[in-house]
């Protein structure tokens, strides 16, 4: 679901889609959530074997991710610290079965802390996001800077 709503980013801009994709693979959905359990409670790092991107040249970076517990997966936190977001316009975007990207937004802040963090996009089984019509708006506000 996540990945589909990337395609669409990209086709939209014209952009590239790197997939975040850690070195051991989680698996069916029940090992998945119990491993992402274990993982925020542990604090390790997780390795993956996406290379960080290349920013240079990048002015926005839209940033796509599950919601694990009610915030990004440790292993796109982990990722994210090595791109080296900077100053950049940062936009979250993300799916869910219940819960909000609230809590995932607050740890982009902490990862990223002077990057321009836009209006995040979320996609739910409880609240389907209308992507065209974010998309719109993220358009007219990047038209006003």
């Given at each position: ?11 939209r801009y014209g ?60 292993f796109v936190k ?17 799916t869910s079965g ?48």
């Amino acid at each position: 679901t996540t990945k589909k709503i990337a395609d669409a980013i990209a086709e939209r801009y014209g952009s590239d889609v790197v997939s975040v994709e850690p070195r051991d693979a989680y698996g069916s959905y029940f090992s998945s959530i119990l491993r992402a359990g274990k993982e925020l409670l542990a604090k390790d790092y997780i390795e993956v074997t996406t290379l960080p991107a290349d920013l240079e040249d990048v002015e926005v970076v839209f940033v796509g991710f599950p919601i694990w517990y009610g915030d990004m997966p440790k292993f796109v936190k982990d990722y994210l610290v090595k791109c080296k977001l900077g100053e950049r316009i940062v936009v979250p975007f993300a799916t869910s079965g219940a819960n909000g990207i609230d809590k995932a937004v607050k740890t982009l802040r902490t990862i990223a802390p002077q990057a321009r963090i836009r209006r995040p996009f979320i996609s739910s089984k409880k609240e389907k996001g209308d992507l065209v019509r974010w998309l719109e708006g993220l358009d007219q506000q990047m038209t006003k800077e």
